[in-house]
T-cell receptor, first 113, second 116 residues
Framework: GENVEQHPSTLSVQEGDSAVIKCTYSDSASNYFPWYKQELGKRPQLIIDIRSNVGEKKDQRIAVTLNKTAKHFSLHITETQPEDSAVYFCAASYNTNAGKSTFGDGTTLTVKP | DTGVSQNPRHKITKRGQNVTFRCDPISEHNRLYWYRQTLGQGPEFLTYFQNEAQLEKSRLLSDRFSAERPKGSFSTLEIQRTEQGDSAMYLC??????????????FGPGTRLLVL
């Protein structure tokens, strides 16, 4: 089955700096890669996603890049703000398996004011 | 609130007791997923429904676990003879059918289970 590894497990940055979180996956059939933000005690919420036919996607301060050959994808947050502090999860899934997602273990991001 | 809802939000039970959780997905979503999340880890897939059909079960789902979605709308997850290792957050998610514009999974708030 699919295996997703996520690094780093914790990340601390100063407000205004950029943050990068990286994930690797094992199954080359995976074709959909969402990123979720989970605040303490709350549900995971999708912040951005990318399909395997796209190499990069941006949404304001957030961007995701995908390297299919190397089987890794990354989340980039620019101009970080204290409210970006949360746990971020990457995931990988593929349509032929009905879209179930395999998640990484999460990155705890702390943005210091 | 038109999002995914779960009940109860918290459940404390004694080892050996049975518990049942409910998930109400977003109304037009025919796919429904159950995940389990323990502290410091990402959600782990348990099982998946398309309409009323349970199409996949993880090896994590022992014989003590059963899930149903009888009418293709809400779903229940039952754990029999609970063990302390069952303590976790149980998350439900739903999504549109395969081939839809988006396959985003929307999560519910979860049910936090504590087995004493």
């Amino acid at each position: 089955g699919e295996n997703v590894e996520q690094h780093p497990s914790t990340l601390s940055v100063q407000e205004g700096d950029s943050a990068v979180i990286k994930c690797t996956y094992s199954d080359s059939a995976s074709n959909y890669f969402p990123w979720y933000k989970q605040e303490l005690g709350k549900r995971p919420q999708l912040i951005i996603d990318i399909r395997s036919n796209v190499g990069e996607k941006k949404d304001q301060r957030i961007a995701v890049t995908l390297n299919k050959t190397a089987k890794h994808f990354s989340l980039h947050i620019t101009e970080t703000q204290p409210e970006d502090s949360a746990v971020y999860f990457c995931a990988a899934s593929y349509n032929t398996n009905a879209g179930k997602s395999t998640f990484g273990d999460g990155t705890t991001l702390t943005v210091k004011p | 609130d038109t999002g995914v809802s779960q009940n109860p939000r918290h459940k404390i039970t004694k080892r050996g007791q049975n518990v049942t959780f409910r998930c109400d997905p977003i109304s037009e979503h025919n796919r429904l997923y159950w995940y389990r999340q323990t502290l410091g880890q990402g959600p782990e897939f348990l099982t998946y429904f398309q309409n009323e059909a349970q199409l996949e079960k993880s090896r994590l789902l022992s014989d003590r676990f059963s899930a149903e979605r009888p009418k293709g709308s809400f779903s229940t997850l039952e754990i029999q003879r609970t063990e302390q290792g069952d303590s976790a957050m149980y998350l439900c998610a739903s999504s549109l059918p395969q081939g839809a514009k988006t396959e985003t999974q929307y999560f519910g708030p979860g049910t936090r289970l504590l087995v004493l």
